[in-house]
């Protein structure tokens, strides 16, 4: 490790914080239907399409409304983006004559760009069509994180509100998130990333003639606009099959900050955005600190960790680390930070191959996914992930001193913490059962790139991953097979809408209830005690799920590593 | 719930082309204009021919360039397309190695290939970039420690005086931005294009 890597993890900590504030302000406007600075360009098309779509912006809707109006334009957005993958043939837009993408691939595909996972089994240059990246995959990254950010205000505004059964409505949610949020953050960021050199183009891939003779095909296409999106909507999916390594994708350690920045920017903020609804802009403050102690802790293993490298490389006299599958630019810190920042947001672009990261390093990843991604975490779903965990540590914490316990001035009661329950068991079951199912299964194993525990490591890395909605992945496994193109995509739709239900239910509960004042009796909810109550709550409730699961995988090849087994 | 669906429908249809359509169209637009070189990929032209792209990595195996990092794309065979070769920088399949730290294929490529380099400089440490895999295969870097460790090599097929081909190395440096960010390093498509006119001179 060195100051100067030390010295860029604390810039990027810095840049984030002092956005939050800013960006907070500003969401919770355009979540409170007040008038923004864009609002004179953008009204006017706002208003057309809810005249047109038939909404009424003043009508609420209760929370099973809600979670319906979404489930349905999830159903859409599939339909469209698996109609479109299978007929890319016959579609414009295509110079490099792509084909239709197989039945099980791409089922497995609209339902990773649906949940936010952007999963890939597919590699972008050599499958799907410039049509298909923009209208099917563009399109996706930002209505699947638009539907993350309108999921957690929703929640939000049931803790702020009282003694009322609506909790917004997702039709004018979903549209402004969209047109104040999104797109005028992503205009800029796509100019700013051609300008440090990702290609923006509709021309076909060039064929260049290298220095030593030989023929170079070079990928090419729209990159930009979607390499924007899919880092500030934490989807992840790259255009290229390297994904954030690929150097048209991260031309430079400049534009790798950027995208650090842009991934963690959105969430951070939503802590604000909660603080500012429900009064007391401290209580957002408090959640960031849960989030920043995980976060720091996770960074500081997983760049120890790629910084001492491995005994192998180690004992051949070659310092510096652990170099495979790692890019010079950004060198070992900008790659352990990258990591560990795309797990805990749930975006899963990786500027480094994690499946060649050391035992240890590469088990950060894996526990930030495990944790369900409530560091930051994905926009919306991590903190939505979040007030989950509050909602459990709060009831413990209740039930330690024996009274109701109450949250931002509502008594969490036994219809929360069951919905919270269900939210939390319900991502082991799929992650862990899954890679249990494919441990016995040849056809499955067969799918493994690298012998020993590296192998379960990579089965296991790919359900967490899948349930987790990241989309990064342990990449030398195989996972375009029938098996796993099914089973991973059951496991991201479990993963989506079995967090996003019950995390509506409790938006509803929660609204209908009264504001109990605060008393002599309350858990304070902004200070250090609080913080520690939910970081160890985190950490109990997430260790005893995957602890045995990780012995399995990681920690029995760090033990190896260090006694020079190989496999 | 039949309400429902009017909203769904207009509202996914609309969003749907203004994301993915408007949108990155008017992106291309807008780039093409304002930085039409990036826009396209940043290719070097010589001679009316692309040669390149500043970005992307080429392969060297000659001893008169400098050498990138080991890249583990694949491509189609090209005598039987039904097979999969290694094709190292094959800038339409981007991938890494995705060898974990305990396989022993990875040990055993690295100690094969920290043999070769240490037979070739045996003097100079061999620099850990040299002999891993980039995540991309199509990583443009090395590390300066990398250039160097090559100056004699390259000299020596060339016929330059080894200072000569050091103070060229000097030149391609590019360091951190603000001194922070990123890690210290040298384009080697730009320093053998530069190495190329160096020696026709």
Known sequence: MTLVGWAQIALFCAVVIALVKPLGWYMNRVFSGERTFLSPVLRPIENSLYKIAGVNERSEQDWLTYAVSMLIFHIGGFLILYVLLRTQGFLPFNPQGMTAVAPDLSFNTAVSFITNTNWQNYGGETTVSYLTQMLGLTHQNYLSAATGIVVAIALIRGFARASTRNIGNFWVDITRCTLYVLLPICIPLALFLVWDGIPQTLGAYVDATTLEGAKQTIAVGPVASQVAIKMLGTNGGGFFNANAAHPFENPTAFSNFIQMVAIFALGAALTNVFGRMVGNQKQGWAILWVMGVLFIAGVAVCYWAEAAGTTGINDLGLVGGNMEGKEVRFGIPASALFAVITTAASCGAVNAMHDSFTALGGMIPLINMQLGEIIVGGVGAGFYGMLIFIVIAIFVAGLMVGRTPEYVGKKIEAKEVKMAMLAILVLPLMYLGFTAVASVLPSALASIANPGPHGFSEMLYLYTSSTANNGSAFAGITGNTPFYNITGAIAMFVGRFFMIVPALAIAGSMAEKKIVPPSAGTFPTTGGLFVGMVVGVIVIVGGLTFFPALALGPIVEQISMTRNMLF | ?201
């Open chain 2, 1 to 201: 719930m039949f309400k429902l669906l009017r909203p769904a429908f207009v509202l996914l249809v609309s969003l749907t082309v203004i994301t993915g359509l408007i949108y990155p169209l008017a992106m291309t637009g807008l780039a093409g204009a304002l930085f039409p070189k990036q826009a396209q990929g940043s290719l070097i032209v010589r001679d009316g021919k692309v040669i390149g792209s500043e970005l992307i990595g080429q392969s060297f195996t000659s001893d008169r360039y400098f050498r990138g990092r080991l890249s583990a794309t694949t491509g189609t065979d090209p005598s039987d397309p039904s097979k999969t070769v290694p094709q190292p920088y094959n800038a339409a399949n981007s991938m890494g190695s995705n060898l974990g730290p305990t396989n022993k294929a990875l040990i055993d490529r690295v100690k094969g290939d920290v043999e070769k380099l240490r037979a070739e400089n045996p003097s100079t440490p061999v620099p850990l970039d040299l002999v891993t895999t980039t995540a991309s295969g199509l990583d443009p870097d090395i590390s300066p420690a990398a250039a160097y460790f090559q100056v004699p090599r390259v000299a020596k097929a060339r016929n330059l005086p080894e200072a000569d081909v050091k103070q060229l190395v000097d030149r391609h440096i590019e360091s951190r931005l603000f001194g922070l960010i990123g890690e210290p390093h040298i384009n080697v498509l730009a320093l053998n294009l530069d190495l190329d006119r160096v020696a026709a001179r």
